[in-house]
């Protein structure tokens, strides 16, 4: 099964940038939707980039036109590029597999995903 493994992330000021790995150490996602959520302290894990199969993007509000999720299927690996970051984008940062009506409807259920990685600390300084 898919083992994901995410890092990039760090400490950077508002304005600044981050680019951010998600590969798997054993296994494959070529074929699944998938995406990077982040998860701030006591909110719940929300879905902030998605890329489907074939290569369309979907982002909610809050980081559309800052942030492009890419993929390399012969790497295993999928990015996150972060531009023009801000304070609220706070928040460990995860990859894992996008359920189709997750795709659409940016709403996570947790029952949908039967595990996650370690995550990569994002933080964002005034």
């Known amino acids: 099964q898919v083992q994901l493994v995410e890092s990039g992330g760090g400490l950077v000021q508002a304005g600044g940038s981050l680019r951010l790995t998600c590969t798997t150490s054993?296994?494959?996602?070529?074929?699944?939707?998938m995406g990077w959520y982040r998860q701030a302290p006591g909110k719940q894990r929300e879905l902030v980039a998605a890329?489907?199969?074939?290569?369309?993007?979907n982002y909610p509000d809050a980081v559309k036109g800052r942030f492009a999720i890419s993929r390399d299927n012969a790497k295993n690996t999928v990015y996150l590029q972060m531009n023009s970051l801000k304070p609220e984008d706070t928040a460990v940062y995860y990859c894992n597999k996008v359920p189709a009506s997750t795709y659409y409807s940016f709403i996570v259920y947790e029952m949908d995903y039967d595990y996650w990685g370690q995550g990569t600390q994002v933080t964002v300084s005034s």
């Open positions: 054993r296994g494959t996602f070529s074929r699944d939707i």
């Open positions: 890329i489907d199969r074939g290569r369309e993007t």
